[in-house]
């Protein structure tokens, strides 16, 4: 079951990135605040998924 966690935030970390990576772009169409804004939620979601596993594979 901890597994699906890491793996859910190895997901959310890669997603960060590529819409990090996507600021850096020019002329993306959605404006870079909201590259931005998701890519810090989906470093949050990553950040989650990885405490819930790590503490549930402490409990284990």
């Given at each position: 079951m901890m597994t699906v966690f890491f793996t859910l935030s190895i997901?959310?970390?890669s997603a960060s990135l590529h819409?990090?990576?996507?600021i850096k772009k020019p002329g993306v169409y959605p404006p870079k605040f909201v590259l931005k804004r998701r890519?810090?939620?989906?470093?949050?979601?990553?950040?989650?998924?990885?405490i819930i596993g790590?503490?549930?594979?402490l409990t284990t």
């Open positions: 997901l959310f970390f819409f990090f990576i996507s890519s810090a939620a989906m470093a949050v979601g990553g950040v989650f998924f990885l790590f503490v549930m594979s």
